[in-house]
């Protein structure tokens, strides 16, 4: 049977990582999210030997594996290479295979076999609830360490409006201080730090109770796991692993569990089982409980019944300090003005921002240019051509205001005259349909408003455009000014 999801080797790797090495790292990150389970199954029979001069070198373990990830895994792979090496065309790039049936350094950890002794752990857990039996137990501390990301750590996660709840309510959970919810169960889009909380948290309980049973999953490894556990009649020890010698759960990206129905049955008595005896159970997911599809009634009312705590499109003050704070982990000599041109660029996925930074840092090493305004500007230029991401909210009030003749005080205060007012509407409806802003970055851009009052406003002028030809009118002239101002 297998056991936890591993840990891609190259982001153990101490620092100074290699150039090429961190576009392929940062690359890798990117296909792996798509499938971790079949991913990591790969990958642990496939070793990456350097990317240098649009060359990637690779030895697989036999040509069987070779081929399965050259057809199921490069194009996707090379796709985002070629995007971080700047290259327009992944063709460009060519693969370097060896075969060899030793990997010193293969991606992925191999796989587990539960034939293995489990790790020594202490006999006592610091935990209250946690009652001992004298059978060995299913766990391995050394199985969960080889899985967490070293560097996703509290210290490391900046936090901002858009993640604080988050954040307060992980830490907490992890004996930080503060009311622990049970279940914790935390939304979020993809790329927004979900993951990062969910190590966080194990590695804090961690450093503070070593004798901890920490058990953290992907929903689609807890399915296969199950799967298997089935087929070779080892249920006893999969429930063992996951209800008895388990002392705090996570779980991530539970939306895998979508009709998967005997797994959800499952995990509904695992969490009742872990519920009862108070150990603590922390969720992801990329939706609300309520959104979640096919899921049953009774898994989402446990899911509500803790906290529910989400996390939000970051603001740019908040992507200004990730990117400070990553740059400093990698070691990335960066001004203020670099960082907030690049927060300022990309502003949806915390992922793809860290992706853009590693693309720069890695780019000036290979060229020996600084990373300065100028050298910055035209590496954002070449990956998104599109001005409108280099353009800011203040930007387009200043258009909107031009063209109404307004001030922009105007603009941002309470008066609810109609003429003012609605230029208002159309400003907040150029800003999200433009720099793609959530609702209450918007709202706070425009003199701290409800995010259901941008919500409306955009609603509105979405629908006017479509049936008034004096509001297109409007529009057309304000993206003509837009247009004009970015050349
Ligand atoms: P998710 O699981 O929500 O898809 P991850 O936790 O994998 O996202 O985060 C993607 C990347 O962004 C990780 O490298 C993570 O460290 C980084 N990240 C996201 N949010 C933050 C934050 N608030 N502070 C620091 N890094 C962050
Ligand atoms: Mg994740």
């Known amino acids: 049977m297998t056991i936890e999801t591993p840990q891609i080797n190259a982001l153990n790797a101490n620092l100074p990582t290699p150039p090429g090495e961190r576009l392929w790292t940062a690359a890798l990150e990117q296909t792996r999210s798509r499938s971790p389970a079949s991913f990591e199954q790969w990958f642990s029979s496939v070793q990456y030997d350097g990317f240098e001069t649009g060359v990637l070198s690779l030895t697989a373990r036999d040509e069987f594996v070779r081929d ?28 370097k295979w060896n075969i060899s049936n030793g990997l010193d350094r293969p991606v992925c950890q191999p796989r587990r076999r ?4 489990p790790a020594s752990i202490p006999p006592s857990s610091g935990l209250p609830s946690g009652r001992r039996s004298d059978r060995p137990s299913r766990y391995s501390r050394a199985q969960l360490t080889a899985v967490l990301n070293p560097k996703h750590t509290f210290p490391n996660f900046v936090v901002g409006p858009s993640n604080e709840l988050a954040h307060a309510a992980a830490f907490a959970s992890a004996g930080g201080g503060g009311p622990r919810y049970n279940p914790l169960f935390i939304a979020g889009g993809t790329g927004l730090g ?30 296969n796991e199950f799967i298997e556990a089935l087929q070779h009649h080892k249920m006893d020890e999969f429930r063992a692993r996951y209800r008895t010698d388990c002392d705090l759960l996570l779980v991530d990206d539970i939306q895998f569990l979508a009709g998967r129905e005997q797994t959800q049955e499952e995990f509904f008595h695992t969490f ?17 409980p309520q959104q979640l599809q096919r899921m049953p009634e009774r898994l989402v009312s446990r899911f509500t019944s803790g906290l529910v705590a989400d996390i939000q499109t970051p603001q740019l003050e908040t992507r200004v300090a990730i990117v400070r704070k990553k740059a400093e982990l990698e070691g990335i000599d960066l001004s203020d003005e670099v960082a ?64 109404f003749r307004l001030s922009n005080s105007d603009l941002l205060s309470k008066d609810r005259h109609k003429s003012v007012a609605f230029a208002r509407q159309v400003a ?19 003199g701290n408003r409800d995010h259901t ?7 509105r002028v979405e629908a006017l455009r479509q049936r008034d030809p004096q509001v297109n009118a409007h529009l057309e002239a304000i993206e003509q000014r837009l247009a004009s101002s970015e050349g």
Not at 272 to 288: E, F, G, W
Not at 453 to 459: F, H, I, N, Q, Y
């Open 68 to 95: 399965w990830v050259k057809a199921h895994f490069l194009p996707d792979l090379l796709g985002h290479l070629a995007r971080m090496a700047g290259e327009a065309n992944p063709a460009s790039l060519r693969v």
């Open 114 to 117: 539960n034939s293995e002794p």
């Open 453 to 459: 009052t941008v919500m409306s406003a955009v609603r």
């Open 428 to 446: 907040m409806y150029l800003c999200r349909q433009r720099l793609k802003c959530s609702f209450p970055e918007l709202g706070r851009a425009f």
């Open 340 to 403: 907030v041109m690049l927060a300022q660029s990309v502003q949806s996925n915390v992922r793809e921002l860290e992706g853009a930074l590693i693309r720069l840092a890695a780019k000036s090493s290979l060229t020996g240019r600084q990373i300065d305004e100028e050298f910055t500007l035209g590496e954002l230029a070449m990956v998104s051509p599109r001005r409108p991401e280099l353009m800011s909210v203040e930007d387009i009030q200043r258009a909107v205001c031009g063209h």
């Open 194 to 223: 979900k993951t990062h909380l969910m190590h966080a948290i194990a590695h804090k309980v961690l450093d503070e109770r070593p004798d901890a049973r920490i058990v953290y999953v992907s929903a689609e490894h807890f399915t």
């Open 272 to 288: 009742n089982a872990l519920h009862d005896a108070d150990r603590p159970i922390i969720v992801t997911s990329d939706k609300y």
